[in-house]
């Protein structure tokens, strides 16, 4: 585990900026990698917003004021990057957001970066079927793990309205996956 | 039921009496929903069917240390301040302000540094499209008298640069 407080005074200083960031990269690449990819998709779009997000990271670090973990931060910019990635494709496309995640999940099937069965394709449907805000606690609760005291730090939501999302995100599922096998 | 809400109830109060310990706010409110949760939990798929090649954490870390350099270069052209691109960005960032759906203040005044920063920080979600539907004719004519590049050392760098359509695409 790293020193969180003394990597971002590296990351803030001229000196050791590109050698603490390669640092940072490594230690947060993969997490917020599946984080993005489980909303938006596509391995090459998550690539782009990966990417685009680290390159907001490096720019903004210093603007960082420790308001928050460094971890729920870049979290934060990786969630808003996706966010606005989907809503971008649904405007240049000018069609609506909802019916965008019901695409990036048809396409799913044809996907060579995608090994999930049928089940998995309906959970994955039912979650893109969720409002932004339960499809983001279900994903980070159940699939990375996170506890709601973090999710709250990152989403900047009570525990109790994370509870409240993550069980009506649940039952939601439970109702698609149901109304699909009947 | 009523038997067990006022079992919970009681033991609730005896055991904070005897033990010292608490529990959260709403834990016995809550914990019905978090059972299930988890009863729905249990029949869902634990993995998510996602797949990505082995090297690819590998090479995303080159990737995108690359592009801090490149962008770094682009830095340095706002902080040098040689080239007046202030009037410009201003006009940039408020249109664009008002083209993603940002509450828009006329009475707002932002500071050069504060919407260079959030130009610094955002010029990543921009396209073309974008910029070329923020600007109006009058907004283009307007940048040109702004475009005085003093430092021949940028001049040089850019002219010298292989990567010109990375800078124009930007």
Same mark, same amino acid.
């Given at each position: 585990?790293?020193?969180?407080?003394?990597?971002?005074?590296?990351?803030?200083? @001229?000196?050791?900026?590109?050698?603490?960031?390669?640092?940072?990269?490594?230690?947060?690449?993969?997490?917020?990698?599946? $984080?993005?990819?489980?909303? +938006?998709?596509?391995?090459?779009?998550?690539?782009? +917003?990966?990417?685009?997000?680290?390159?907001?990271?490096?720019?903004?670090?210093?603007?960082?004021? $420790?308001?928050?973990?460094?971890?729920?931060?870049?979290?934060?910019?990786?969630? &808003?990057?996706?966010?606005?990635?989907?809503?971008?494709?649904?405007?240049?496309?000018?069609?609506?957001?909802?019916?965008?995640? %019901?695409?990036? +999940?048809?396409?799913? !099937?044809?996907?060579?970066?995608?090994? =999930?069965?049928? #089940? !998995? #394709?309906?959970?994955?449907?039912?979650?893109?079927?969720?409002?932004?805000? !339960? !499809?983001? +606690?279900? &994903?980070?609760?159940?699939?990375? $793990?996170?506890?709601? %005291?973090?999710?709250?730090?990152?989403? =900047?939501?009570? @525990? =109790? =309205?994370?509870?409240?999302?993550?069980?009506?995100?649940?039952?939601?599922?439970?109702?698609?996956?149901?109304?699909?096998? &009947? | 039921?009523?038997?067990?809400?006022?079992?919970?109830?009681?033991?609730?109060?005896?055991?904070?009496?005897?033990?010292?310990?608490?529990?959260?706010?709403?834990?016995?409110?809550?914990?019905?929903?978090?059972?299930?949760?988890?009863?729905?939990?249990?029949?869902?798929?634990?993995?998510?069917?996602?797949?990505?090649?082995?090297?690819?954490?590998?090479?995303?870390?080159?990737?995108?240390?690359?592009?801090?350099?490149?962008?770094?270069?682009?830095?340095?052209?706002?902080?040098?301040?040689?080239?007046?691109?202030?009037?410009?960005?201003?006009?940039?960032?408020?249109?664009?302000?008002?083209?993603?759906?940002? *509450?828009?203040?006329?009475?707002?005044?932002?500071?050069?540094?504060?919407?260079?920063?959030?130009?610094?920080?955002?010029?990543?979600?921009?396209?073309?499209?974008?910029?070329?539907?923020?600007?109006?004719?009058?907004?283009?004519?307007? *940048?040109?008298?702004?475009?005085?590049?003093?430092?021949?050392?940028?001049?040089?760098?850019?002219?010298?640069?292989?990567?010109?359509?990375?800078? *124009?695409?930007?």
């Amino acid at each position: 585990m790293i020193d969180e407080i003394s990597l971002v005074k590296e990351l803030q200083n @001229v000196q050791t900026k590109q050698k603490a960031f390669r640092v940072l990269i490594s230690e947060y690449k993969e997490r917020l990698y599946w $984080h993005i990819r489980k909303i +938006v998709i596509s391995h090459d779009d998550a690539d782009d +917003v990966l990417q685009n997000t680290f390159i907001k990271v490096f720019r903004g670090i210093d603007h960082f004021k $420790h308001d928050s973990k460094l971890y729920s931060w870049m979290y934060r910019i990786a969630t &808003n990057e996706s966010i606005t990635f989907i809503n971008k494709r649904a405007r240049d496309r000018n069609i609506d957001i909802s019916e965008i995640k %019901q695409e990036l +999940v048809t396409n799913l !099937q044809s996907d060579a970066w995608f090994s =999930g069965n049928d #089940i !998995q #394709i309906i959970l994955q449907e039912a979650v893109a079927r969720l409002p932004n805000k !339960q !499809q983001l +606690v279900f &994903n980070m609760k159940y699939f990375d $793990h996170l506890k709601y %005291q973090e999710i709250s730090e990152i989403l =900047g939501t009570s @525990v =109790g =309205g994370l509870k409240a999302s993550y069980f009506q995100a649940v039952k939601k599922i439970e109702n698609y996956i149901k109304t699909k096998h &009947n | 039921m009523k038997e067990t809400s006022k079992h919970i109830k009681d033991w609730k109060l005896a055991d904070n009496i005897k033990t010292g310990f608490t529990i959260p706010e709403n834990y016995f409110t809550d914990i019905e929903d978090d059972f299930s949760s988890k009863l729905i939990e249990d029949k869902l798929p634990k993995h998510n069917g996602f797949q990505i090649t082995k090297a690819y954490f590998e090479n995303v870390e080159n990737n995108i240390i690359e592009k801090t350099i490149h962008k770094k270069g682009k830095l340095i052209n706002f902080k040098t301040r040689k080239i007046k691109l202030i009037s410009v960005a201003a006009s940039i960032a408020l249109l664009l302000f008002f083209g993603s759906n940002f *509450i828009y203040n006329t009475n707002t005044e932002l500071s050069s540094e504060e919407i260079i920063s959030w130009l610094d920080m955002n010029v990543n979600s921009f396209s073309n499209e974008d910029i070329a539907f923020a600007l109006t004719e009058i907004n283009v004519n307007n *940048i040109n008298p702004y475009l005085v590049i003093e430092n021949e050392d940028i001049v040089e760098s850019l002219l010298n640069s292989n990567d010109l359509d990375y800078l *124009i695409e930007e």
